[in-house]
T-cell receptor, first 117, second 111 residues
Framework: DAGITQSPRHKVTETGTPVTLRCHQTENHRYMYWYRQDPGHGLRLIHYSYGVKDTDKGEVSDGYSVSRSKTEDFLLTLESATSSQTSVYFC????????????????FGPGTRLTVL | DQQVKQNSPSLSVQEGRISILNCDYTNSMFDYFLWYKKYPAEGPTFLISISSIKDKNEDGRFTVFLNKSAKHLSLHIVPSQPGDSAVYFCAASEGDYKLSFGAGTTVTVRA
């Protein structure tokens, strides 16, 4: 358990409305990530953060923004939701494997299922 | 274009037999490879990883093999158990702390 929670777990919204998803971690990790999972695509990186107020784009960042004002919280915002953003969203943190110093890996939260009508 | 490919969307195997999942990649700069397992309505969970300086890593029933010249890795599960029924994702990184994922393979273990 990597101490990651996501809220809400499910959300249904309408096209054009703003939506914010929250990721909260309890272990003070520096790196946090947002992914979306769609059939046939696996998980695709939306945005990531390497510290408070430090964020960067992933491969599918169009239509999304992020903010990180505290180490423990990473927010994903859809400014104006579209039906193409219907997906399952996962947050992740990066930490090292126990006993292994040369590699880090990512651990995921439970996900948020978002439906945009 | 997807840099990590899992060409088999599904795999069915009998309980007790070996499951072999395959993954191909195109980016020669990838130096760290991982496998994740995912149950419905849950987040992916880390299973096993391998660095590009190795060609094999084993953890209990799970073994990952890496063939760098072929840009291919595989995950072996021996013996397969009913709890192994899940979606398995292959992922890779080029040392920049970002992961590229394959589309996943759904494994069904038959009793």
């Amino acid at each position: 358990d990597a101490g990651i929670t996501q809220s809400p777990r499910h959300k249904v919204t309408e096209t054009g409305t703003p939506v914010t998803l929250r990721c909260h971690q309890t272990e003070n990790h520096r790196y946090m990530y947002w992914y979306r999972q769609d059939p046939g695509h696996g998980l695709r990186l939306i945005h990531y953060s390497y510290g408070v107020k430090d964020t960067d784009k992933g491969e599918v960042s169009d239509g999304y923004s992020v903010s990180r004002s505290k180490t423990e919280d990473f927010l994903l915002t859809l400014e104006s939701a579209t039906s193409s953003q219907t997906s399952v969203y996962f947050c992740a943190i990066r930490r090292g494997l126990a006993g292994v110093t040369s590699t880090d890996t990512q651990y995921f939260g439970p996900g948020t299922r978002l439906t945009v009508l | 274009d997807q840099q990590v490919k899992q060409n088999s969307p599904s795999l069915s195997v009998q309980e007790g037999r070996i499951s072999i999942l395959n993954c191909d990649y195109t980016n020669s700069m990838f130096d760290y490879f991982l496998w994740y397992k995912k149950y419905p309505a849950e987040g992916p969970t880390f299973l096993i990883s391998i660095s590009s300086i190795k060609d094999k890593n084993e953890d209990g029933r799970f073994t990952v093999f890496l063939n760098k010249s072929a840009k291919h890795l595989s995950l072996h599960i021996v013996p397969s158990q009913p709890g192994d029924s899940a979606v398995y994702f292959c992922a890779a990184s080029e040392g920049d702390y970002k992961l590229s994922f394959g589309a996943g393979t759904t494994v069904t273990v038959r009793a």
